[in-house]
C-alpha cells in the first residue's frame, strides 16, 4: 500500500518537483520498502528517530530533517553523516552549531568523503505563533550572509514554510497566500544576493496543499500520511 500511495502522488507531479516522503513514527520497514524502488530522499521531525533509522536503513539514503530542531541538538544531527539537508532552520546561533558541529565530525572521523549539508531556511509565511520560522526580511538577511560567506560545512539550498489551515484548506482555484508570500522572499532573497532564482528551492505543500504548491512554483512537497497511514503516537 505504502508504495501505491507513494506512486498515486508522484503521477501527479511534474518531474521537476521532489515527492519527499515524511516518515515520522512510521517503522523503517516501511522506508525500506520505497528504498527498494528507487526512493532516496526521505524526510524526518525527529533527531533521535531520525538516528535510530540512519543506524538500520542503507547508507545513500539523503535524510532531510523538517521538524523543529533545538539549538542543543544541532550536534548529533551533524554526527548523521548521511543528513543531506535541514529544511527547518531559523536562527543564526543553530547555523554556527550545525556548522561548527559538522565540521568536527569530520576531523574526528577523518572522513572527507561527509558532504556538506544543504539548507534551507524556515519562513514564517503565516504569522502563526505556534509555528517556528522567520518572521521577516531583515531576521532573514544574516542567515543566508552567513550561508554564502562564511559557512564551511553548509550549503544554501532555498526556502521552506508550512502553510496555514485556513490557506490550505480554501479553494483549489485561489492561490495559497502563504505559497505567494514565499515567492516574494524569494525574489527579494535573489535581488540581495545576486542569486539566480533556479538556485533558490522552495519548499512548500503537504497533503492538503501539495496541488496549489505545485502551481505556485515549488520544488519540492512533503507528504506523511497520504503515503504511509495515518500517525499514532
Same mark, same amino acid.
Given at each position: ?71 542543543? !541538538?544541532?550536534?548529533? *544531527? ?5 543528513? /543531506?539537508?535541514? #529544511?527547518?532552520? $531559523? +536562527?543564526?546561533? !543553530?547555523?554556527?552549531? *550545525? ?5 568536527? /565530525?569530520?576531523? #574526528?572521523?577523518? $572522513? +572527507? ?121
Amino acid at each position: 500500500m505504502v508504495l501505491q500511495n507513494y506512486t498515486k502522488i508522484l503521477n501527479k507531479l511534474p518531474s521537476n518537483v521532489l515527492l519527499l516522503p515524511v516518515s515520522k513514527f512510521k517503522p523503517a520497514s516501511d522506508i525500506q520498502i520505497l528504498y527498494n524502488h528507487g526512493v532516496r530522499q526521505f524526510g524526518e521531525n525527529y533527531v533521535q528517530e531520525l538516528t535510530e533509522k540512519h543506524t538500520v536503513l542503507p547508507k545513500d539514503i539523503k535524510w532531510h530533517f523538517i521538524g523543529q530542531l533545538q539549538t542543543n !541538538k544541532c550536534k548529533d *544531527l551533524a554526527k548523521l553523516s548521511n543528513l /543531506y539537508m535541514v #529544511e527547518s532552520i $531559523d +536562527s543564526l546561533k !543553530k547555523l554556527n552549531k *550545525l556548522d561548527t558541529a559538522r565540521g568536527s /565530525y569530520i576531523e #574526528e572521523t577523518k $572522513d +572527507s568523503s561527509i558532504g556538506k549539508i544543504n539548507v534551507k531556511i524556515q519562513v514564517n509565511t503565516s504569522n502563526e505563533i505556534q509555528k517556528g520560522g522567520i518572521n521577516n526580511f531583515d531576521e532573514l538577511k544574516p542567515l543566508i550572509e552567513f550561508l554564502l560567506n562564511e559557512a564551511k560545512h553548509l550549503k544554501f539550498n532555498g526556502l521552506m514554510t508550512i502553510g496555514s489551515l485556513a490557506n490550505s484548506t480554501t479553494s483549489s482555484s485561489e492561490a495559497n497566500d502563504d505559497f505567494a508570500k514565499l515567492n516574494e522572499v524569494k525574489l527579494l532573497v535573489a535581488k540581495e544576493f545576486g542569486l539566480n532564482l533556479d538556485d533558490i528551492k522552495l519548499s512548500m505543500g503537504m497533503s492538503n496543499d501539495f496541488e496549489k504548491a505545485i502551481k505556485q512554483g515549488t520544488s519540492e512537497i512533503r507528504i506523511g500520511s497520504d503515503i504511509f497511514g495515518s500517525r499514532y503516537t
